[in-house]
Structures are given as structure tokens and as C-alpha cells.
């Protein structure tokens, strides 16, 4: 391990208090198998000496004020609120002056007035899982006996909107719904959401039956095949594009997309926030039920397992050198074809899971979703540029809106010549340009 590179002072792991144990049977989940790499088990809820020895370490060993706690599934809320009573009281009993935040993924449906109850008195910040308007989300998202789950999630909004609980929605897009990205962002908009994230899906199935887990990992050397359900690279691009063109006319500063702060953070020059887009990754790891501790959600594989918080101090395992060479790798595995490319400073490879296609030139480990981050972040350049400007000149990058209609318009109060720089940040010619 790197000493100058402790994970251990600032973290995050997203914790599974219920393993992958849910509810809901969504055809795209990831992490619904998961449940196959403990074979015969039963009871997938987190024991008490698992909880409070994570809620100590989780406080105790990052050198930061704040500290947050992610809680995912699975599907949480099958645990009940007094679960949760108990997780607060224990932050509360180990909190030594810091402050300390929850976050929770849900997919809505169990969601009452008792949870709104308790969400709003303890802060929590609740991520709701929908993926648009009924017709879209239905098509994957449903129960263990194929019942539709929408009417139920939005039942389950109502309630967070009754107890003033604050929301973001997480919406995947997959194929289903690639070619509909106003349909979904308006209806987004709609049922008062106003912060969004969109997660691309992307997995590869075996049909080997040695196999325990059916989505393989980027590096499987085996015959695996993109499932029918994941987004296609080039779609996706174009997806966020449209949301973004009606976003940079309308809505900058009362909506807020994360893939659009994060690449507003790329071009104003300082680190990403989000890790799929970091340079190097490493410091966001997935907790199970029983205290296994592993690299990443998206890494749940045996090979990726740190060790057991229970059995071992979890500082350890997060410094580990597994843990930095799995964080390190990001950068050093990159390919000659992204080093080089124009956005490779917005994108950096995006999430070492989707690098399992090759470059032109026939080297390995090519993002999956290339085609579709190339468009995207070479179309939001111009606008992208003039935010971060406004940023610079403490002016709100939210005057874009205004200068993305000067845009569409050929700029006609900027009094530019032919021969001129343009405005729209390109560094081009405004005849070669917009003009």
C-alpha cells in the first residue's frame, strides 16, 4: 500500500444489511444472484454484531467530520423501521462529535407513513429507484410473480412527499427505454423530482453452468454475450445529449442531473466526485449482511472479497493491497486508444466493469459505452466550457440557459465577425463554428 494513498481516512461502502434479498424481481438486477455465493443460507439479515461493529469502525476510523452511511439492498425496508431505529441509535452511541448522515436505495413499494415518519425525523435522504412513466418502468421492473411494481412505488413517493422526506430518483436506462430520454426526463420532472441520476445498464451473461455467477466480470475469457436488457453504447450518449440540450435551456439550477455536475466539476478542472469517472478508484466498497467486505458494488465476486469486518479491523482491509493495486488498476489498464483521446479527461475509462470490448487498433479493455460517452461529451463541450468560465468569474453557470439561446440563434448580440473567435467556446472560427 501506497502511505501516502490511505483509502482509510475518507471512505464509503454501501452497505447490504439485507444481502441481495428483495422484493422485486427486476430482469436486470446484478446483484439478485449474488445471493447464489452463499449457498444453504437462510436468514440474510445483518446481526447485531455486525451492524454496530460496522457502525463503529465506519465512524471511528475516517479522519473527516462528516461521515455517511449508504444503506442498499437487496431491498432494505424488508427489515422494518425499529431495524433502522437501532442503526440510528448506534450511530448516535459511536458518533464522538462527528456528524453523521443516511442515505437509503429503495425501490418504494413498502414505503408508508411509518418510513416517512422515520425518515424525516433522522434526515434520511432516500433514493428512490423508477425508471420513468408506467409503460417504461414496468417493462423490467416487477414482482417475484411478474406483478407490475409502478403503481406501488408511486404510492410509496406519496408517502415521502406527505412527510416532506427529501428524494432523488435513480433511473436505469437500458434498452427498453434508450430512445425515449424526454419521456423519461419530463416525467422525472413531473412527480417533482429534482435530482437525478441516470445509471447505464450493461451485463454479460454465460450460459456456463460451472459458473455460480451468471454476469461475469470484464476480464471472463469465456463465451459471455451483452444480455438483451442493456443499453446500447451509442443510444446511451445520445440519451444524455437530449436530456441535456432541454436541461441547458430550461431547467440549469432547479433540476440536477449528476453525470451533468460531475462533468461540469471535469471541465473546471478539479477531481470527480462520481468514481466511475475518477482517474483512479478504490475508495467505495460494498459491505453483505454477514460482514464481508469486498472491492466494489459492482465487484461482489469472490476473487474481489477484502476480507470479514467481524473477523478483521476494517481499516486493514480497506488499505490492503488488494484494495489499492483494484484502485490503481483503473489508470494503469487504460487503453493507448483512451489515454489519447479528446474527453479522456471527463471520462477516464468510466467504470473498469464496462471495459470488455477492444480498441480500433485490437487492444483489450475498451469501454463498453465508448461510442456513447465520445457524443455525449463532445456535445456538451461548448456549454460545458461557458459554465466553467461563469464559475471562474464567480458568475452562475446557470446564464447558460440564456447564452444557449444566443447559440441556437447564431449568437446575434455578440457582434461577431466571420473571422472571429467563437462564442461558443469552440476555438474555432465562427465561420467554421457556429456560424
Not at 435522504?125 to 412513466?133: K, R, V, Y
Not at 416532506?164 to 412527480?191: A, H, W
Not at 417533482?192 to 454479460?204: A, C, D, M, W, Y
Request: negative net charge.
Amino acid at each position: 500500500m501506497n502511505p501516502d494513498s490511505k483509502f482509510s481516512q475518507a471512505f464509503h461502502i454501501m452497505a447490504k444489511p439485507t444481502g441481495a434479498i428483495c422484493n422485486l424481481d427486476c430482469a436486470y438486477c446484478f446483484y439478485l444472484e449474488k445471493e447464489n455465493l452463499y449457498p444453504g443460507k437462510k436468514d440474510f439479515k445483518m446481526k447485531e454484531d455486525v451492524l454496530e461493529s460496522f457502525i463503529k469502525q465506519y465512524i471511528e476510523i475516517q479522519k473527516v467530520p462528516e461521515i455517511t452511511f449508504a444503506w442498499q439492498g437487496g431491498e432494505p425496508t424488508l427489515l422494518g423501521v425499529d431495524y433502522f431505529r437501532r442503526v440510528v441509535e448506534l450511530q448516535k452511541k459511536y458518533a464522538d462529535g462527528k456528524q453523521v448522515f443516511n442515505t437509503f436505495q429503495t425501490n418504494g413499494v413498502l414505503i408508508d407513513d411509518g418510513w416517512g415518519e422515520f425518515f424525516k425525523e433522522n434526515n434520511f435522504l432516500i433514493g428512490l429507484s423508477i425508471d420513468g412513466p408506467q409503460d417504461i418502468h414496468d417493462k423490467y421492473r416487477f414482482f417475484k410473480g411478474g406483478q407490475n411494481s409502478f403503481d406501488k412505488v408511486m404510492r410509496g413517493l406519496e408517502y415521502l412527499k406527505k412527510h416532506e422526506v427529501e428524494f432523488n430518483t435513480l433511473s436505469c436506462v437500458n434498452r427498453y427505454n434508450q430512445d425515449k430520454p424526454l419521456e423519461v426526463y419530463n416525467f422525472l420532472k413531473q412527480i417533482g423530482s429534482t435530482f437525478l441520476q441516470f445509471i447505464p445498464i450493461v451485463e454479460r451473461i454465460t450460459d456456463n453452468n460451472d459458473e455460480l455467477l451468471k454476469l461475469v466480470q470484464p476480464g471472463y475469457n469465456k463465451e459471455a454475450a451483452v444480455s438483451e436488457w442493456s443499453v446500447e453504447p451509442l443510444p446511451y450518449g445520445k440519451f444524455l445529449s437530449a436530456v441535456f440540450d432541454e436541461w441547458v435551456r430550461k431547467d440549469v439550477a432547479q433540476i440536477y442531473v449528476q453525470i451533468f455536475d460531475v462533468a461540469l466539476e471535469s471541465w473546471y478542472g478539479v477531481e470527480q466526485s462520481l468514481c466511475v469517472f475518477k482517474e483512479t478508484c478504490g475508495t467505495a466498497m460494498a459491505l453483505e449482511h454477514n460482514g464481508d467486505l469486498y472491492s466494489c458494488d459492482h465487484y461482489v465476486y469472490p476473487e474481489n472479497k477484502l476480507g470479514n469486518i467481524v473477523e478483521e479491523n476494517m481499516a486493514k482491509l480497506v488499505d490492503s493491497e488488494q484494495q489499492y493495486k483494484f484502485g490503481i488498476d483503473k489508470q494503469l489498464t487504460l487503453p493507448k486508444y483512451c489515454r489519447e483521446c479528446e474527453v479522456r479527461f471527463a471520462c477516464n475509462g468510466e467504470c473498469p466493469k464496462h471495459r470488455f470490448i477492444k480498441t480500433p487498433d485490437g487492444e483489450g479493455g475498451l469501454n463498453y459505452l465508448c461510442a456513447g460517452y465520445k457524443h455525449f461529451f463532445n456535445h456538451i463541450n461548448p456549454y460545458m466550457k461557458f459554465m466553467a468560465n461563469e464559475l471562474r468569474d464567480q458568475k452562475p453557470p446557470a446564464n447558460v440557459m440564456q447564452w444557449a439561446k444566443e447559440k441556437d440563434k447564431g449568437f446575434p448580440s455578440f457582434n461577431v465577425s466571420r473571422n472571429d473567435d467563437c462564442p461558443c467556446g469552440s476555438s474555432k472560427k465562427f465561420k467554421k463554428c457556429c456560424g
